[in-house]
């Protein structure tokens, strides 16, 4: 009855022994699998009910396209990493701590010529870019795009009160004509 009761057992452990082998490979074979990157699925997230570009961002969205015209490309909220590539090599360390610096960064215009070439980068500075931290920041980003060759133009105004058509024009106009 010994032998018979320790070779239920030998049996029961080579089982168990190949339940858990098995488990562990297929665990292995989906961790491999699964790490393939994943479709967006919309069910996931929510439509965010607020506009891409503040009230005062979409004023003077609409007074450039009025001052430049339909032949030129305005586009607005760029990512600076869409001007801009670190020079490393994208598979290493410091390819991605150098992309993360610029990763959020957002340019509020760029003008394109017709040939899709960058003309300028325009900035507006709001209440919010007054401190003497923003500031600072502000002058360190435009001196990066203009090392990098990019015209960057500032626009100050107060927020609260309705832009100028003719204070904005005035603007543009020193630069553009």
Not at 42 to 53: E, Q
Not at 92 to 116: C, N, Q, S
């Amino acid at each position: 009855m010994n032998i018979l009761v320790t070779n239920i057992l030998y049996k029961f452990a080579s089982w168990l022994l190949l339940c858990i082998i098995s488990l562990i490979i297929a665990l292995i074979v989906r961790r491999i699998f699964s790490s393939r990157r994943k479709e967006i699925n919309a069910k996931w997230y929510t439509r965010n009910g607020v506009y891409p570009l503040t009230k005062m961002e979409r004023d003077f969205y609409v007074l450039l396209r009025r001052y430049f015209g339909d032949d030129t490309i305005i586009l607005s909220q760029v990512p600076l990493i869409c001007l801009a590539q670190p020079k490393a090599r994208p598979d290493t360390e410091v390819f991605r701590r150098l992309k993360y610096k610029i990763d959020r960064m957002r340019l509020d215009f760029v003008i394109l010529r017709p040939t899709g070439s960058v003309e300028c980068i325009i900035e507006l500075d709001g209440d919010s870019h007054q401190t003497k931290a923003q500031r600072r920041l502000d002058k360190e980003r435009d001196r990066f795009l203009t090392e990098l060759g990019y015209d960057i133009f500032r626009y100050t105004h107060k927020n609260g009160t309705p832009l100028s058509k003719e204070r904005v024009y005035r603007f543009l106009d020193q630069y553009f004509e």
